[in-house]
């Protein structure tokens, strides 16, 4: 089905793209759905609006560069030994680009159910899925509990996008029985990549919530969600992924591994920033949302330990500030703690030290230029983005 | 590495050689959470002892029979066409076997997420999987509330459920790195059926909810429902994915399709009269639990239907009955109501009516006599079972 669409030619091209494979995909999904019932169709077009209206493709633009990497360093077995006999070609640009656009239906699943869990009424500056939900029952009049109804319409449209990314990184769209190429099976070793990476990150946001009920304050703690729910979902595995779709050898594929670990660490040091320091007309979130919402992050861990050290009452002035709503005022006084106490600064240092590192594990990965630069520049971006 | 399990001889042996299928996935995936965290490990370990306490096993059943059925007839191209040339020969027992496994881990993040919508407390006379999270909260004393906690992990781990399905089915197990003989891709078809499957049932499910909240009581919408939730996802995509795997006739699919509807729909209407004449002990369910729960089933559109024909009065008293805690008596009453109007004989006589057109289309399918055989005892057993 995406043997028509554009495949980019620089990174800077992949969301274009996979937006356009998302829009294929559900020009295919949204009328299957409509068919069971026109309430179903409607409930799938809520989904496809909320993959459509936003994001910032990371994932799919990490998957494709570990596939342009891998495939300018290509050795060993080829791919097509698990291929279909019948399309004996190795996996093209237009199949990695298929393969990194499932990346975004999975992340529908994680941001739909993280929004349940998290209670968020808003995301990107809209309603939440589950609180779009809830709107709906209201304005129809209908009977029961409207929360509850949006929080079980969210979770059933979660899941239908979790298994709608399984249909489309495997090549299939709801109801493709018929038309364009058969699908080119996921040679296996792609298939325990994205095998790993679900599990990893459903891990990991399962050990958010029972780091932040246990009341887990440890910066060990706070480095461990962000190893498995953001470092490995968000770029590493991605690389791998790419990558791996290309038969890159195996050293390239470590390295690219390696300077996933530091730049999803990187990413998300640089999210629970924003998610204190950000500017909500950029970030789409509310301001001081983390310190709201009690967020167990890297930032906070290292603000009440330090905090802890110079002043208990600074200390418990912070944690005061932590999982509750907050005044302007408040969310100043924090932010103040947190750059008083150095806490700031340590995070910022450390996302240098990652990038820096990461970087290097490029430089000496032997790639050719033009995809060494591509990456380069993109592990900037991510470490110093404002959005 | 499913190679080394038995295989079923006859359908009655499905349930257990799907039990060691299960037991050998979650021997490699609940090591793999623990990696993550002790707590990961722990909580996969909850969706194991769900998985693996009990059910019926009904899908893998169908499954497996439609694999029986279609591999005694197969013609055409085989399913060998997609399949690793590594591994040149056709799909055999074990592959058939693992596909049918794959459907308890969807039916099992159904069933997670089915609870949390139907705020349930106990199936198959256990805790449901959200209270059992939400009592762990509670006795480790954590923070924050216990129910949004044990909602927001049943969550996460029905998620992780879907994910693993689509592991097995693809021949995957978290972390399967190395060992065992290299997964066999889906062949493209099989692929096309899991798809459609999983689309259907989260849709029937939204539709179930929708329904309710609508407070649509007709029978069409009853119908519609079962047509989608039950009917093909429980019996006839079953059959059709096994009969694929075994690339079976087009006219032996389709005639599977056809018994799958008529037995699918006469499943549930046996579920339907389970949910209010059942006895709790054989059930695992409180007596009358569909009154309680308010489920929009055929058997109450039927009798509120037959009710409103016959006396308004009767109508109301039965529909006072649905969707809130009943003492014995008043169970009585409804069941009473229910019987009265004819409504229970309508059931009955639409079960044997679906059972004979089963019946007859197995007959004409042109099987051999052992599978046809087994197939018809398994079809009176679906249709007058009392568990």
Redesign the interface.
């Known amino acids: 089905m995406t043997s028509a669409l554009p495949v980019p030619a620089a990174l800077d091209d992949v969301p274009a793209a996979v937006e356009s494979v998302l829009a294929a995909f559900f020009d295919r ?1 949204v009328p ?2 409509a068919d ?2 026109p ?2 169709g409607a ?1 799938a077009e809520v989904v496809r609006d909320f993959v459509l209206q936003g994001g910032k493709r990371v994932r799919p633009t990490f998957a494709y560069a570990g596939w342009l990497a891998g495939r300018t360093a290509a050795s060993g077995p080829s791919p097509a ?2 291929a ?3 399309r004996p070609d190795s996996p093209d640009d237009s199949d990695a680009l298929r393969v990194a656009t499932s990346l975004e239906l999975v992340q529908a ?1 994680a941001l739909i ?1 993280d929004d ?2 998290d ?1 968020s009424d808003t995301r990107r500056g809209r309603m939440t899925v589950h609180r779009d939900f809830e709107r709906r ?1 209201r304005a ?1 009049g ?3 509990d409207p929360g ?2 949006g ?3 969210a ?6 996008a ?3 990314a ?2 489309l990184v ?8 018929a038309i364009g190429p ?2 080119r ?2 040679p ?1 070793p792609v ?2 990549v994205w ?2 990476m ?3 990150v ?6 958010d ?2 780091n ?4 887990d304050e440890s910066v060990d703690a706070a480095y ?1 969600v962000m190893q ?1 729910k953001t470092a490995a979902y968000t770029v590493a595995r991605p690389l791998e992924l790419g990558a791996t779709l290309a038969s890159a050898p195996p050293t390239l594929i470590s390295d690219l591994r390696s300077v996933g670990h530091d730049l999803g660490i990187a990413f998300q040091l640089r999210d629970d920033l924003l998610g204190v320091f950000g500017d909500p007309e950029r970030t789409g979130k509310p301001s001081g949302d983390d310190l709201v919402a009690g967020k167990r992050t890297a930032l906070l861990a290292i603000g009440l330990a330090r905090a802890a050290d110079r002043d208990p009452g600074v200390a418990a002035r912070l944690r005061d500030a932590i999982g509750r709503p907050l005044t302007d005022d408040e969310v100043g006084s924090a932010r103040a703690i947190l750059v008083d106490v150095g806490a700031v600064d340590e995070i910022e240092q450390r996302i240098t030290t990652l990038l820096e590192s990461a970087l290097a594990t490029l430089e000496g990965a032997g790639l050719p230029s033009p995809i060494r630069a591509e990456l380069t520049g993109f592990a900037h971006r991510i470490a110093h983005r404002s959005t």
């Open positions: 999904a299957v759905a069971i019932d309430q179903v409930a030994d698990d279909d006999p019948g699943c159910h349940i869990i209670r029952h129809d209908w009977a029961g509850h109804h929080v079980a319409a979770i059933l449209m979660g899941d239908l979790l298994a709608w399984d249909d495997h090549g299939h769209a709801p109801g493709d029985s058969p699908p099976p996921l296996a298939g325990r095998s790993s679900r599990t990893e459903l891990g990991g946001q399962y050990l919530i029972v932040e009920a246990g009341g461990r498995f």
